[in-house]
């Protein structure tokens, strides 16, 4: 999903994210992959896109 104003972010996101990714409990619904990808996005100033889980 193309996440608006990323272009020319992308290695700084996946750097925040490899950096990050593994931090804390992994509890589903909660505190899961999904979360923490929104969590990387944010922490770079963007958006992220309107996830659905089910």
């Given at each position: 999903?193309?996440?608006e104003?990323?272009?020319?972010?992308?290695q700084?996101?996946?750097?925040d994210?490899?950096?990050h990714?593994?931090?804390?409990?992994w509890?589903?619904?909660?505190?899961?992959?999904?979360s923490?990808?929104?969590?990387c996005?944010k922490?770079?100033?963007?958006?992220?896109?309107?996830?659905?889980?089910f």
């Amino acid at each position: 999903m193309r996440v608006e104003g990323s272009a020319e972010k992308e290695q700084q996101i996946m750097d925040d994210c490899n950096a990050h990714i593994n931090n804390g409990l992994w509890i589903p619904l909660a505190d899961d992959c999904q979360s923490k990808a929104r969590r990387c996005l944010k922490n770079n100033g963007l958006n992220p896109p309107p996830a659905q889980r089910f």
